[in-house]
C-alpha cells in the first residue's frame, strides 16, 4: 500500500513541471497579499479616523507643544517659556537639584528630566540655550530658586514649582 | 487654507516642475497622460536633485533664501530643457490612451487605484493635524532645519551642541526649505511634507513599473506598501528613517528597471535618487551597499553593466563627500560609532542574536504584514527562470543577504543598541524598513513573470496572448 502511494506520488512530481509550480507559487503569493489586505485596509482606516479624531481638536500652538506634553512638560510652562523668553534672547534650563527629589518633591520622572533641555532648545529656537552663568533667562524646572532670586526677576511662575527669570546684570 | 500647508504645496508644485523639466529632457514625455502617469517621478527627481544642492549650496557656506532655491531648480531644469531641445523633444500635444473598462483586470486596478487614493486620502488628513514628534527629531533633525532657517546656514556654533552632528543634512535642508516657503517654522506642518514624500514614492513606483507588471498586480502592492502599520506610524516623526528608504528603494526601482531594459534616462534617475540616499542619512550609503552589491551579482554573467552602475554610484558618492569634509574638517562627532572595529572583536557573543534581532523585525506581521516573505518566495521562484526575470530576483534577494547582514552589523558593532525588539530602544525596526519597503515594491515585478507561466508550451498551438510583462522581461524557460 505505501509502496503505491509512493510510486504514484513520484509520478505525478514528474508530471508537475516547474512552470505549475511557479503559478500555483505566484498565485499562492498573490492570495497571501490580497487576504492580509482585506484584513488589514479596514483596520487602517479606522488608525487613520482614531488618529485623527485624537489631534483634530488641537489648535497649531497646542499641536507643537503636544510632544512636550507626552514628555510630561507642563502646558503652561510651554505656553510660558514661549511668551516670556524673547526671540533672539539667550537661556538656560535649570533642573531640580537631583532626580530624586525631583521624582518624589514633584512626580517628575527621570526621562522628563533628560530630554526637557533638548525639548526647549528645540521650542524656543532662535533663542539659543547656554550656560546658566551666560544666561538672560532662566526656566526653572523644579529648580533651587535661592541661588537665582538674588539674581533675578521672576516673571512668570506656577504652583507646581516651575518658574521663568530674567536675569539682571550680574 | 493656511500660508504653511500653500507653502509645502508651493514647494512641491515647484519641485514637480523642476522634475517635469528634466523627464523632459532625459526621457521625454509624449501625451498628457503620460505627464499624469510620472508626475510622482517628477516630483521625486525635483525634489531629490534640488535637496542635494541645496545642502552643497549650504556646505559652501551659503544661506538659503525662497530665491537661491528657486535659482537652484532653475540650475537643475536648465541643462535638461537644452538636453531636450538637442534632441528635439516635442511637448505633449495627445491626451494618450485611457484604459479600456472593458475587461475585468482593469477595473480590479481602478478599484486598487480608487482605494490607494482614498487611502492617502486618509494619511494626509492625518498628516493635517499630526501633533507629535520623536525624541531624536526635537534633539537633532529639527533643530538643525531650525538653524538653517533661523540663522541662514549651517550654524557651526548650534551644530556642534546637537548629537548626531555629522548626520548627513538632506532633510533638515528639505525642512528649512519647506520652513522658507512656509513663511515661519511651522513644525507640525512638517508632516505634509512626509505625505509629499510617500504619495511622491508610490505614485514613481506605479509609473516606473507599470511597463513590466499588469495593471491590477501593481496596484494591489501599491495599497499592500501604503497600509504597512509601521511606515503609517513612523511617516510623521520627523525623523530622516522613511525619507532614506524612500529615496533608496526609488533609486532601487530606477536600477532594476535599467537592469531590465537598458534606457539610459533610468540610469540618471538611478543616480539622482542615489545621491539623496547618500544626503538622507548615514544607513542610506550601508544601503546603497547593498544595492549595488545585488546588482553587480544580478549581471555578473556579461559584466558590460557593471561599468555604469559604478560609474553612476561613484558619481552619486561624490555628492556627499563636501559634507564628510565639512564635519570632519570642525572636528564633530564622527557618524560611526566611537570603537566600532574594537567592538567587533570583543562583542562576537552579539553575532546570533543580532541576526535573531534583524529576522524577527523583518518578520514581524504587526509591523510589515507580510511583505518580505511574499516578496522572498516570489524571487526564489523567479530564480527558476532565465534572462530578465532571474537578475531581478537575484539582485533582490543578493541586496536582501547583504542588507540582513549590514543591519546584523550594526547590532554588533554598536553594544549601546539593544537586542530587544522593542521600538524605543533599537534603532533596528526604523532600519529595517528600508529592506520591507523594497520588498514590498519589487513583489509585484516579481510575481508577473510567474503568473505568466501556467500553459506548457508543447500544448500551445498557437501563439498565446502575452501579457505586457512578457514582452518586456523575455521570459525563457528552462
Known amino acids: 500500500m505505501t509502496l503505491r502511494l509512493e510510486s504514484t506520488a513520484l509520478r505525478l512530481l514528474h508530471r508537475v513541471e516547474f512552470a505549475h509550480v511557479r503559478f500555483v507559487g505566484g498565485i499562492l503569493c498573490v492570495l497571501a497579499a490580497v487576504v492580509v489586505l482585506a484584513l488589514q485596509v479596514p483596520h487602517r482606516f479606522e488608525w487613520a479616523k482614531h488618529t485623527y479624531d485624537a489631534n483634530a481638536w488641537r489648535s497649531p500652538a497646542r499641536r507643537l507643544l503636544h510632544t512636550g506634553e507626552t514628555y510630561l512638560i507642563p502646558t503652561d510652562f510651554q505656553e510660558a517659556a514661549l511668551t516670556y523668553v524673547p526671540r533672539g534672547s539667550t537661556f538656560a534650563v535649570l533642573p531640580p537639584p537631583s532626580p530624586e527629589i525631583a521624582a518624589k518633591g514633584y512626580g517628575i520622572p527621570y526621562l522628563t528630566l533628560?530630554?526637557?533641555?533638548?525639548?526647549?532648545?528645540?521650542?524656543?529656537?532662535?533663542?539659543?540655550?547656554?550656560?546658566?552663568?551666560?544666561?538672560?533667562?532662566?526656566?526653572?524646572?523644579?529648580?533651587?530658586?535661592?541661588?537665582?532670586?538674588?539674581?533675578?526677576?521672576?516673571?512668570?511662575?506656577?504652583?507646581?514649582?516651575?518658574?521663568?527669570?530674567?536675569?539682571?546684570r550680574r | 487654507m493656511s500660508r504653511s500647508i500653500l507653502g509645502v504645496v508651493g514647494v512641491n508644485g515647484l519641485f514637480a516642475l523642476t522634475g517635469l523639466c528634466v523627464l523632459?529632457?532625459?526621457?521625454?514625455?509624449?501625451?498628457?497622460?503620460?505627464?499624469?502617469?510620472?508626475?510622482?517621478?517628477?516630483?521625486?527627481?525635483?525634489?531629490?536633485?534640488?535637496?542635494?544642492?541645496?545642502?552643497?549650496?549650504?556646505?559652501?557656506?551659503?544661506?538659503l533664501t525662497v530665491w537661491v532655491v528657486l535659482v537652484l531648480c532653475a540650475v537643475v531644469a536648465a541643462p535638461a530643457v537644452q538636453l531636450g531641445l538637442v534632441r528635439r523633444r516635442t511637448l505633449p500635444r495627445a491626451l494618450g490612451d485611457l484604459p479600456r473598462l472593458s475587461s475585468a483586470a482593469t477595473l480590479s486596478a481602478l478599484a486598487l487605484f480608487a482605494l490607494a487614493a482614498a487611502f492617502l486620502g486618509a494619511l494626509y488628513l492625518v498628516a493635517r493635524v499630526n501633533s507629535f514628534i520623536t525624541e531624536d527629531s526635537f534633539v537633532f533633525w529639527i533643530p538643525k532645519a531650525q538653524a538653517i532657517y533661523y540663522f541662514g546656514g549651517l550654524d557651526e556654533q548650534l551644530f556642534r551642541t546637537l548629537h548626531g552632528s555629522s548626520y548627513p543634512i538632506l532633510l533638515p535642508t528639505l525642512d528649512a526649505i519647506d520652513f522658507r516657503f512656509m513663511g515661519s517654522a511651522d513644525v507640525p506642518n512638517l508632516a505634509l511634507q512626509s505625505w509629499f514624500l510617500l504619495v511622491g514614492c508610490l505614485t514613481s513606483m506605479a509609473a516606473l513599473l507599470r511597463p513590466l507588471v499588469r495593471p491590477w498586480l501593481l496596484w494591489l502592492f501599491v495599497v499592500f506598501a501604503a497600509v504597512l502599520p509601521n511606515l503609517d506610524?513612523?511617516?510623521?516623526?520627523?525623523?530622516?528613517?522613511?525619507?532614506?528608504?524612500?529615496?533608496?528603494?526609488?533609486?532601487?526601482?530606477?536600477?532594476?528597471?535599467?537592469?531590465?531594459?537598458?534606457?539610459?534616462?533610468?540610469?540618471?534617475?538611478?543616480?539622482?535618487?542615489?545621491?539623496?540616499?547618500?544626503?538622507?542619512?548615514?544607513?542610506?550609503?550601508l544601503f546603497v551597499?547593498?544595492?549595488?552589491?545585488?546588482?553587480?551579482?544580478?549581471?555578473?554573467?556579461?559584466?558590460?553593466?557593471?561599468?555604469?552602475?559604478?560609474?553612476?554610484?561613484?558619481?552619486?558618492?561624490?555628492?556627499?563627500?563636501?559634507?564628510?569634509?565639512?564635519?570632519?574638517?570642525?572636528?564633530?562627532?564622527?557618524?560611526?560609532?566611537?570603537?566600532?572595529?574594537?567592538?567587533?572583536?570583543?562583542?562576537?557573543?552579539?553575532?546570533?542574536?543580532?541576526?535573531?534581532?534583524?529576522?524577527?523585525?523583518?518578520?514581524?506581521?504587526?509591523?510589515?504584514?507580510?511583505?518580505?516573505?511574499?516578496?522572498?518566495?516570489a524571487a526564489v521562484l523567479g530564480l527558476t527562470l532565465a534572462g530578465r526575470v532571474r537578475e531581478t530576483a537575484v539582485l533582490y534577494l543578493a541586496t536582501m543577504v547583504l542588507g540582513v547582514n549590514g543591519l546584523m552589523w550594526i547590532v554588533w558593532s554598536e553594544p549601546t543598541v539593544s537586542l530587544d525588539t522593542h521600538n524605543s530602544t533599537t534603532p533596528i525596526p526604523r532600519a529595517v524598513g528600508s529592506l520591507v519597503l523594497l520588498s514590498a515594491v519589487l513583489a509585484p515585478l516579481l510575481l508577473d513573470p510567474l503568473l505568466s507561466r501556467r500553459r506548457p508550451a508543447a500544448k500551445t498551438p498557437r501563439r498565446p496572448r502575452r501579457p505586457a510583462s512578457s514582452r518586456l522581461a523575455e521570459v525563457e524557460k528552462h
Open chain 2, 233 to 285: 506610524y513612523r511617516l510623521y516623526l520627523g525623523e530622516a528613517d522613511w525619507t532614506v528608504d524612500i529615496f533608496f528603494v526609488l533609486a532601487a526601482l530606477f536600477l532594476v528597471r535599467w537592469v531590465a531594459m537598458r534606457e539610459r534616462w533610468l540610469l540618471a534617475g538611478y543616480g539622482v535618487l542615489l545621491a539623496a540616499t547618500f544626503a538622507a542619512k548615514r544607513e542610506g550609503a
Open chain 1, 114 to 168: 533628560i530630554d526637557l533641555p533638548f525639548w526647549l532648545q528645540f521650542l524656543l529656537l532662535p533663542s539659543r540655550m547656554v550656560t546658566p552663568s551666560k544666561a538672560e533667562y532662566v526656566l526653572c524646572f523644579a529648580c533651587d530658586t535661592d541661588p537665582w532670586s538674588p539674581l533675578t526677576t521672576w516673571i512668570w511662575k506656577n504652583d507646581s514649582g516651575e518658574l521663568i527669570g530674567k536675569v539682571r
Open chain 2, 24 to 63: 523632459w529632457g532625459i526621457r521625454g514625455l509624449r501625451s498628457w497622460l503620460d505627464v499624469l502617469e510620472h508626475l510622482g517621478v517628477a516630483l521625486m527627481l525635483g525634489l531629490a536633485a534640488v535637496t542635494v544642492l541645496a545642502t552643497l549650496w549650504l556646505i559652501g557656506g551659503q544661506h
Open chain 2, 289 to 377: 551597499v547593498c544595492l549595488v552589491g545585488g546588482a553587480l551579482v544580478a549581471t555578473a554573467p556579461g559584466r558590460r553593466r557593471w561599468l555604469p552602475i559604478l560609474a553612476v554610484t561613484a558619481g552619486a558618492y561624490a555628492t556627499s563627500i563636501p559634507w564628510h569634509v565639512w564635519w570632519s574638517s570642525r572636528h564633530l562627532q564622527p557618524d560611526l560609532p566611537a570603537g566600532w572595529r574594537e567592538n567587533l572583536v570583543s562583542n562576537l557573543s552579539r553575532i546570533r542574536p543580532a541576526y535573531a534581532v534583524v529576522f524577527r523585525l523583518l518578520f514581524t506581521y504587526d509591523f510589515w504584514l507580510v511583505a518580505v516573505p511574499v516578496a522572498l518566495v
